[in-house]
């Protein structure tokens, strides 16, 4: 009796320990590191600090709010791209879903880096797209799309939508079409069919998407840096300096947990917004 | 009930009475050809229906015969290939299902998971714009009619199999359409709760008077609770009529083994007199029917295993009558039913009433006569003999095809 009720926790023990050593640990040591002072040379003492954090929010407000509207902007660029892909492939994809959603997922064979590089050629100002433009008159010629915040948010966007189509289409391809007919027939135009029955029947596939990429995006440093230029930095880039340029960790780390702090904060209230309620009813369907 | 309802009911009894003829549905010369590839399905073909307003009418068939396609067709969710379709008298191709004055109860009931009952019920009322106060009134009085007022909070989820389908019904209802089109609505239910919701259904189609359009491929279904029944088969439409007509006259062999069990008794006509024919059947025997026949003419004929009487005894020859050899005898309490070989193999199913002076000839093995009267001899007509095969190669004319998954 005793020995089965005991399996299930044997089961989960790998797992446990992988969370406590990979994620646990690392993560109580980051929190005793931003409460430390000193410096590389002399070494770093725990003095419990706090004011690490009011140093770091107040030098890098700008960029820590930066952050989580780019992050956020993606994030909605995503849901408005990529909603329309999921229920496209899910209700008219037919037999060829699966070579759709290959193809989504094919400029994930490719690096992550590499991928923002191309971008970066794609919308230089004499690229594919604006010289294509300029050449025949469409765009003014001293028009600039890169160094620019757009550039950015466009550039995370692209990085991340599959991230936003796949939970989506993954709740709308387990949904009945005779659903959308139902609504139809009781009078619902298409709009009201979208809004009354097939969103929020989706709703925990755009809770799901949504995550997965507002979290990466908005802790995202590489398209900053590829597409911003020097005027569009983003968190994630003066946590990189601070670590890997100014040896200062304290610093560092206090900026990483005030994001974690900010970004479930933002979760939690998106939760709330969405009603979580909802959210989990539905998915336990 | 509320009295609106019953004045509805009243506004559409009345036209059967004979003051506006116009059907509520009719189907003119309706095609519906699916083509997925090379391959061409004619679902429907050449359906011609008028469904009179007020009638509970069924469209009874095997799986695959175009039962929910017709339907869909009526709906608007599918356009036909050819043909139109017309509700009380306009022609709605090309009218979408959100402007068609029906409302379908689906198969699999499709409840919209994310809302109440209340709210579900309340889905139509609210985008044809009812005043709220007006909504929260019918709503009430469906969800009583169905008798699930006490459930008005619950999701569908939270329901049995009965229960949504309930919901589905008032779901529907709720709008006063002018015509309700289910699509095998008890399908999914267990046959006690598919017996009691059978009598619910009429009981609640009376109450409100509505025209009924009832797919099922259960026959006993559809001759308890149907007006008329269509017949369907492979697309076409075999028989329509009255379940007493399409049980007593099967107008083809395909009707006449769908419906009920029957026997079939091939055989040549031979000289006709009395308004009747003799047949000779294929062992030789001679039996009158009750049709005058073209001397020498291949004839089918059918009798229902209820009509025919057995006994050791030699019948009355006035009486169609054979003999054959009990091969299988199945008690069932309040009747027994046999099955008799004739000489030359043919199995004929009877069944007998268990009454206190029913003969003892039961055993398996021992000779008996069969006799029936030759008015329930019925001689099916030859007309639909022959008929179309279901697949026709690709037809370039046929403009469209449906492809949703
Ligand atoms: N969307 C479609 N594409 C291609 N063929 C179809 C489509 N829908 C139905 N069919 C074909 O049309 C024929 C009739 O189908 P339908 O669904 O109308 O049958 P049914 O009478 O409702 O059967 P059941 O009792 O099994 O529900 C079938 O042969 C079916 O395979
Ligand atoms: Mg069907």
């Given at each position: 009796m ?7 926790y ?33 070494g ?26 780019y ?17 496209w ?14 193809l ?50 466009l ?81 994630g ?18 900026i ?30 | ?20 003829p116009t059907?509520?549905?009719s ?17 429907v073909?050449e ?23 017709t ?25 979408p ?8 109860v ?40 169905v ?18 389908q ?29 017996q009691?919701?059978?009598s619910?259904l ?48 099967p ?40 049709t005058?026949l ?33 091969t ?37 093995g021992s ?35 449906h492809?949703?998954?």
């Amino acid at each position: 009796m005793v020995k089965r009720k005991l399996v299930p926790y044997l089961l989960a023990l790998p797992g446990w320990s992988w969370l406590a050593l990979f994620f646990v640990a690392p993560i109580a040591g980051m929190l005793a590191l931003s409460l430390t002072t000193g410096d590389v040379i002399t070494g770093f003492r725990q003095t419990f600090h706090v004011a690490n954090y009011v140093d770091a929010i107040a030098t890098y407000w700008e960029q820590i709010s930066r952050s989580l509207l780019y992050g956020g902007s993606a994030t909605v660029v995503c849901l408005l791209l990529g909603f329309p892909m999921a229920y496209w492939i899910a209700f008219r994809g037919g037999k060829h879903k699966s070579t759709y959603l290959l193809l989504i997922l094919l400029p994930f064979f490719v690096s992550f880096v590499l991928r923002t590089i191309s971008w970066k050629f794609t919308l230089s100002d004499n690229g594919v797209v604006l010289g294509t433009l300029k050449s025949i008159g469409l765009a003014p010629d001293d028009l600039a799309v890169l160094n620019s915040a757009p550039a950015v948010v466009l550039g995370l966007a692209y990085n991340f939508l599959p991230f936003m189509v796949l939970p989506i289409y993954a709740v709308l391809e387990r949904m009945d079409p005779r659903l959308v007919e139902a609504a139809y027939d009781l009078y619902a135009t298409r709009t009201q069919a979208f809004l009354r029955v097939i969103l929020p029947i989706a709703l925990p596939g755009v809770f799901a998407g949504g995550l997965m990429t507002f979290i990466p995006t908005s802790a995202d440093y590489v398209n900053a840096s590829v597409l911003g230029g020097t005027h569009n930095t983003m968190v994630g880039n003066i946590i990189r300096t601070e670590y890997l340029v100014n040896n200062a960790y304290p610093t560092a780390a206090a900026i990483t947990f005030t994001l974690m702090g900010l970004l479930l904060l933002g979760i939690f209230s998106y939760a709330r917004a969405l009603g979580t309620e909802r959210v989990m009813e539905v998915q336990a369907r | 009930m509320t009295i609106t309802a019953h004045e509805r009911a009243d506004m559409s009894r009345s036209p059967i009475a004979g003051t506006d003829p116009t059907p509520a549905i009719s189907l003119h010369g309706v095609s519906k050809v699916y083509r997925s590839g090379s391959e061409t399905v004619t679902a429907v073909r050449e359906v011609d229906l008028n469904i009179e307003r007020g009638e509970f009418f069924s469209l009874l068939g095997p799986s695959g015969c175009g039962k929910t396609t017709t339907m869909r067709m009526i709906a608007g969710f599918d356009d036909p290939t050819d043909g139109e379709v017309r509700l009380t008298g306009n022609d709605v191709t090309g009218v979408p299902p959100n402007h068609r004055d029906v409302n379908m109860v689906f198969q699999s009931y499709a409840l919209f998971p994310h809302m109440s009952v209340h709210d579900n019920v309340a889905f139509g009322l609210k985008r044809s714009g009812v005043a709220k106060r007006e909504i929260s009134g019918r709503v009430g009085e469906m969800l009583d009619l169905v008798e699930l007022g006490d459930r008005a909070g619950h999701k569908p989820a939270q329901l049995s199999g009965g229960q949504q389908q309930r919901v589905a019904l008032a779901r529907a209802l709720v709008n006063r359409p002018s015509a309700l089109l289910l699509d095998e609505p008890l399908g999914a239910l267990d046959l006690k709760l598919r017996q009691s919701m059978q009598s619910e259904l009429k009981r609640i189609q009376r109450e409100v008077g509505i025209t009924f359009v009832y797919v099922t491929h259960d026959q006993g279904e559809a001759l308890t609770m149907s007006d008329r029944i269509a017949v369907m088969n492979e697309g076409i439409v075999e028989q329509l009529g009255s379940p007493a007509e399409v049980y007593e006259r099967p107008a083809t062999r395909f009707v006449a083994g769908f419906i009920g069990t029957s026997n079939l008794l091939t055989g040549t006509a031979g000289e006709a007199r009395d308004g009747g024919s003799d047949v000779r059947l294929a062992d030789d025997h001679v039996v009158r029917a009750g049709t005058a026949l073209l001397p020498g003419a291949a004839v089918d004929m059918t009798v229902r295993p209820e009509k025919i009487r057995i006994t050791t005894h030699e019948p009355d020859a006035a009486l169609s009558r054979v003999r054959g050899t009990v091969t299988d005898t199945v008690y069932l309490g309040s009747a027994t039913h046999y099955t008799v070989r004739l000489a030359d193999g043919t199995e004929i199913v009877v069944f007998c009433q268990n009454t206190s002076d029913a003969l003892e000839v039961a055993e398996a093995g021992s000779a008996v006569w069969l006799s029936w009267q030759p008015q329930h001899s019925y001689v099916l007509p030859e007309a639909h003999a022959s008929r179309p095969a279901p697949h026709t190669p690709a037809d370039p004319s046929d403009e469209e095809t449906h492809n949703h998954a």
